[in-house]
């Protein structure tokens, strides 16, 4: 008889789907030119890591944590799962510290992902707005995601203490 698995939390989806989304935007170069199967596996399979490491969120978010900004040093791909993982470190983490060494991992990891030679150039050679882009949006993922992980971890609270409230209510 098969055990009974437990139910999806309604984050789940979106945390998948948010990360998966990141990863296909970065994927497109192949749509174009399907026979690049080294870019498939230099960009891609770093990114397919961390969202796969995004299933330990929930028990080990620093991990997590550190296995996307480690992916996102070898792939922008990456940087979907980084944004989630950030978002569920901020929810869980009790301390702010956490919080910022997570953010500052990621934006490391795209320093170190923009000037680390890759096929003979760095990425930073003949700087163009795209490299403006990408910075952009990783500073304002950074920030929405731990704004978002920290407003989530503030319901929680709040939720917890009006339960506290209604059963010492009912008590008296």
Known sequence: MPTPTAPARPGD??????AGLFWAY??????????R???ALIAGVP??????????RRRRPMLTMSIA???LVMSAAAVGAGFVAL??????????RSVVA?????IGAKAAELVIPRFGSTALDGVTSAITVEVTVLVAGVIIAAL??????SNDLAEASRAASAAARAEA
């Open 13 to 18: 989806v979106t945390a998948f789907v948010v």
């Open 87 to 96: 978002a569920h470190l901020a929810h869980r983490a009790e301390r702010t």
């Open 37 to 39: 199967w080294e870019f």
């Open 102 to 106: 997570g953010a500052l991992a990621l």
């Open 148 to 153: 978002a992980g920290r407003l989530l971890r």
């Open 26 to 35: 970065y994927m497109t170069p192949l749509a174009v030119r399907a026979d």
């Open 69 to 71: 900004a480690i992916c």
């Open 47 to 56: 990114g397919l890591i961390a969202i796969g490491a995004l299933t330990l």
